[in-house]
């Protein structure tokens, strides 16, 4: 069974720091395409960033130079370090590997 489990999401203050994780079982996340994300009220969801299997990274013109993505292979484990947080960064981030899995989500809330 393949399960993808995001934590790290909060409250954090304009300008602050989180790391995001996606927790996978089931699945070597080392050659899937990992993507992060995000969704609000109302609205699709769309895409924050991507690894592939060759660790090479992508990320929305929104996100770029603010948030990164790694993968460790030996945790099975996928990241988004997020920096220089602003309030429209708040939304539920998840997590997706391949095209057929998703995780539950976790929530980013940046507000002073």
């Known amino acids: 069974q393949v399960q993808l489990v995001e934590s790290g999401g909060g409250l954090v203050q304009p300008g602050g720091s989180l790391r995001l994780s996606c927790a996978a079982s089931?699945?070597?996340?080392?050659?899937?395409?990992m993507g992060w994300y995000r969704q609000t009220p109302g609205r699709q969801r769309e895409l924050v960033a991507t690894?592939?299997?060759?660790?090479?990274?992508s990320y929305a013109d929104a996100y770029k130079g603010r948030f990164t993505t790694s993968r460790d292979n030996a945790k099975n484990t996928v990241y988004l370090q997020m920096n220089n947080l602003k309030p429209e960064d708040t939304a539920v981030y998840y997590c997706?590997?391949?095209?057929?899995?998703w995780g539950e989500g976790t929530l980013v809330t940046v507000s002073s």
């Open positions: 997706r590997a391949g095209t057929a899995y």
């Open positions: 089931g699945i070597p996340v080392s050659i899937y395409v």
């Open positions: 690894i592939d299997s060759d660790g090479l990274t």
